[in-house]
Every structure is written in structure tokens, then in C-alpha cells.
T-cell receptor, first 116, second 112 residues
Framework: KQEVTQIPAALSVPEGENLVLNCSFTDSAIYNLQWFRQDPGKGLTSLLLIQSSQREQTSGRLNASLDKSSGRSTLYIAASQPGDSATYLCAGATMYSGGGADGLTFGKGTHLIIQP | NAGVTQTPKFRILKIGQSMTLQCTQDMNHNYMYWYRQDPGMGLKLIYYSVGAGITDKGEVPNGYNVSRSTTEDFPLRLELAAPSQTSVYFC???????????FGQGTRLTVV
């Protein structure tokens, strides 16, 4: 059974710093890994999707990497801003023997606070 | 662009009552999912569907039922609501099991 772990559970940094959020998974047979942002009381907003054949994806100040062999993904946020404050979730879609995927397995998230 | 739409946004139920959480998507996606999120926890899969007429259980299906009569709609039914079903429910869709998933804004359900 796939398990996803996110470290740290919470992080508070001053504005302007670069930071890294970590995600690890136990089963390397994944189709993809997706990073989401969740604001309090809101739904999930997709940030980046990395397919299993890719090593990284970039969108603006965000860069996500994927290393299947080590079971790790990182989300790098450059030049952090107070508006980046949110909970960040990673989730993996796991392949099964029939070739299908049956939804995402989520980590518990990293609660990020950017201090002005 | 509507994307994935869930109704209602909030609901309070009494123990033993039943209700249906509605979910509709306008992206013509084949896959649809229901997740629940409890405080401090990641999302857990309740049920999913890979196309109209096909549904399957996820990690935590007990106490819930689903149907998928059309590509667009994937309602979640709660029978005999229990306090353990107090949670935030999210519906999602994706084109395939390996493509980007899009989420609705959630339904916050309280069972008292």
C-alpha cells in the first residue's frame, strides 16, 4: 500500500527566503506526483504535476522534482512571499498490476507561514 | 470555467439522517473521485469511478454509496449519518488515472 509522508509538518520563514518542502513515498510504481496548495476553508489548487518519466517541473517561482529511485519529491519555492502562506499537499497516483490507477494517495501536508 | 462544482458548501445533519452530496464536472473527464479530509490528516479516498456505469471502493467506503449514470455527475450518498462522518468532502476529476486531478471547493459536513 502506498504511503506518502511530508516533512516538515509546519514551517515558518521570513519573507524573501528560498525554501524546500519534502515529500516521500514508499511505492516507486507511481504514474505521477502532484503538488497542491490549500488555503484555509478552501479546496485544493493544483500547482505542479510530474509524470513518472520526468525529473522536474517548473511554474514561476515553483520547482518540483521527482526521484523515483529514492522515493522522494521536493517542492522548491523561490523568493517566498506572504501570499505563499498555505498548506501544501503532495499526492501520488500509483500504478497497479492491471495497469490502472485508483486515485491519489496524499500526505498530511506542510503548513507554511511566510512572515512579512 | 466551472471545472468541478460541489453542492452544498455546508450542511448540518442529525444522526441517522441521510443526504446526497452533489458533484458535477464540465471537462468531460472519465475519472471522478470522492475524498474526505479530517483535521490534520491528508485526504482519503472514499469511492472512485473510471467512467459512466463503473464505480469502485476506495480506502474508506463504509457508510457511503455512489452512482455514475452520466460522465458529468458523481453524487455521494450518506445513509444513516454518524458523527464519524463529520468531515470535509472533496470531489475531483481527471481525464485518466495518470493525469492532473482537479478538485471542487468542498462540502463541510457536520453530523450532530
Amino acid at each position: 500500500k502506498q504511503e506518502v509522508t511530508q516533512i516538515p509538518a509546519a514551517l515558518s520563514v521570513p519573507e524573501g527566503e528560498n525554501l524546500v518542502l519534502n515529500c516521500s513515498f514508499t511505492d516507486s510504481a507511481i504514474y505521477n506526483l502532484q503538488w497542491f496548495r490549500q488555503d484555509p476553508g478552501k479546496g485544493l489548487t493544483s500547482l505542479l504535476l510530474i509524470q513518472s518519466s520526468q525529473r522536474e517541473q517548473t511554474s514561476g517561482r515553483l520547482n518540483a522534482s521527482l526521484d523515483k529511485s529514492s522515493g522522494r519529491s521536493t517542492l522548491y519555492i523561490a523568493a517566498s512571499q506572504p501570499g505563499d502562506s498555505a498548506t501544501y499537499l503532495c499526492a501520488g497516483a500509483t500504478m497497479y498490476s492491471g495497469g490502472g490507477a485508483d486515485g491519489l494517495t496524499f500526505g498530511k501536508g506542510t503548513h507554511l507561514i511566510i512572515q512579512p | 470555467n466551472a471545472g468541478v462544482t460541489q453542492t452544498p458548501k455546508f450542511r448540518i445533519l442529525k444522526i441517522g439522517q441521510s443526504m446526497t452530496l452533489q458533484c458535477t464536472q464540465d471537462m468531460n473527464h472519465n475519472y471522478m473521485y470522492w475524498y474526505r479530509q479530517d483535521p490534520g490528516m491528508g485526504l482519503k479516498l472514499i469511492y472512485y469511478s473510471v467512467g459512466a456505469g463503473i464505480t469502485d471502493k476506495g480506502e474508506v467506503p463504509n457508510g457511503y454509496n455512489v452512482s455514475r449514470s452520466t460522465t458529468e455527475d458523481f453524487p455521494l450518498r450518506l445513509e444513516l449519518a454518524a458523527p464519524s462522518q463529520t468531515s470535509v468532502y472533496f470531489c475531483a476529476s481527471s481525464d485518466t488515472g495518470a493525469t492532473e486531478a482537479f478538485f471542487g471547493q468542498g462540502t463541510r459536513l457536520t453530523v450532530v
